[in-house]
């Protein structure tokens, strides 16, 4: 979304009161925790479009009987943040702590807390999960339906999402995890116990983007022999390029138009093929990349890129012009290219509508798509194996390691796809739980 379209939404979400102290649910957490009388701590605040600020604010404490508070040791900026840093993204205050990837040390737990103590280390999904309702129970934990009181995604979808850290109040207001310290409900089940031997930087991505990758190419169905190509090389695309050549892929297509990023992909993951959009169009060289192939494409296509990045005049116009807040262009290149019979994984961040879709290309060559936000704790047991063996290695994505007062600077040079920048990690202050030392200014 852009200008007046986030305005205005944004005033009906005003109007509407979303984002207040309340729960959603009886059995709902509180939104907004309770803050100490005196303690305060440094945290990344949203002041506005392009305006990150490191602000001093009062520490959070426990709120609820189920809560866990976490001195945060590490924790990341995510490209879906850059949504938000772009004030693309409707339901933010100005002074919203961001930050949905961070894990750190058990500081204080609820009463009701029994997997948990004080002095652990663990990781926290970015997604707020109850455990209880149909939706966790199912497996479904990133669309709970007790964590999120918006009631203004259930006008724009006939339900809401689940509620997620630092990811504006459309997603329920709660405060990030770019911080020293953060409070966070339903601590059982949100929170994943790091193995003794397994450093920070081997652990944090189990908090979003490698249960992502993996998301993307479990709703693909990525097994063994399959053709796979994948539009957006940043953290997330890396990381299911990964996963799927663990999964046995047979050939990996990156597709970008930043060649640093792609040259970053062929030293990281020897094997994958790469594609810049810049030197050639999309559709045309993957038909010909894969002419030889049986079904003459690509029998799995993800996204990994998101609403924002329109690649045509015609969209980019109808965005700025309000007339969409979504773009289809990358939509109707994976449904042109991917062959008959193949299958679509949307895990880049949709937030609205779209115009020109190909439906009847979509419909025509019998293709599946599927779509989603991950529900991180479902795959847990898979993936915390998989990353203490060795089989999957997130942290190749790390590029920049910076403090948390240089937060700012890695929002900028993220955003900007500057340095050789793939994936940025802050830290509130050295613990001995620190794999790498913080980059220089």
Not at 324 to 353: P, W
Request: glycine share 10%.
């Amino acid at each position: 979304m852009t200008g007046r379209l986030v305005e205005g939404v944004d005033a009906l979400m005003n109007k509407m009161n979303v984002g207040s102290e309340g729960t959603r649910a009886e059995c709902g957490p509180t939104v907004a925790a309770k803050t100490h009388p005196e303690a305060k701590m440094h945290a990344v605040s949203w002041m506005g479009k392009k305006n990150m600020q490191v602000k001093e604010v009062p520490r959070p404490m426990v709120t609820d009987p189920a809560d866990v508070l976490l001195r945060v040791t590490n924790t990341a900026i995510c490209g879906s943040d850059l949504h938000l840093y772009l004030h693309g993204m409707p339901g933010l205050k100005s002074g919203d702590v961001l930050g949905h990837e961070f894990m750190g040390v058990v500081e204080e737990v609820g009463e009701s807390v029994t997997k948990l103590k004080r002095g652990e280390r663990v990781l926290v999904a970015f997604d707020i999960a109850c455990g209880q309702c149909f939706f966790c129970n199912h497996g479904y934990q990133s669309s709970c339906d007790h964590t999120n009181p918006s009631k203004v995604q259930e006008v724009m979808y006939g339900q809401a999402a689940g509620g997620f850290f630092g990811y504006s109040h459309l997603t329920g207001g709660y405060q990030g995890g770019q911080a020293e310290y953060v409070r966070v409900p339903y601590g059982d089940i949100n929170c994943l116990k790091v193995p003794e031997g397994l450093s920070d930087h081997e652990a944090l991505f189990l908090t979003d983007i490698l249960p992502t990758a993996w998301h993307a190419c479990e709703m693909g169905e990525v097994h063994e022999g399959d053709v796979v190509a994948i539009w957006g090389a940043g953290p997330v695309g890396i990381l299911t390029a990964h996963c799927a050549q663990h999964r046995g892929a047979r050939r990996v297509i990156m597709i970008d138009s930043v060649q640093d990023r792609l040259d970053f992909v062929k030293a990281k993951l020897p094997g994958v093929e790469t594609l810049n959009f810049k030197d050639k169009e999309t559709v045309s060289a993957i038909q010909e990349m894969t002419a030889n192939e049986p079904g003459r494409g690509p029998d799995v296509v993800i996204e990994a890129a998101g609403f924002h990045y329109s690649k045509s005049w015609l969209h980019a116009i109808e965005q700025t012009l309000q007339l969409e807040t979504d773009t289809a262009d990358m939509l109707n290149e994976m449904i042109t290219a991917v062959r008959k019979g193949g299958r679509i994984s949307i895990v880049g961040v949709y937030i609205g509508f779209v115009n020109h879709l190909n439906i009847g290309a979509f419909m025509e060559k019998q293709l599946t798509m599927r779509g989603g936000q991950t529900p991180c704790q479902r795959y847990w047991p898979t993936l915390l194996p998989k990353v203490q063996a060795g089989e999957l290695k997130p942290s190749l994505v790390i590029t920049h390691v910076l403090p948390l007062e240089q937060a700012p600077k890695g929002y900028q040079i993220f955003n900007d796809k500057k340095d050789g920048c793939i994936k940025v990690v802050l830290q509130p202050a050295p613990t001995e739980a620190v794999a790498m030392a913080p980059a220089s200014s």
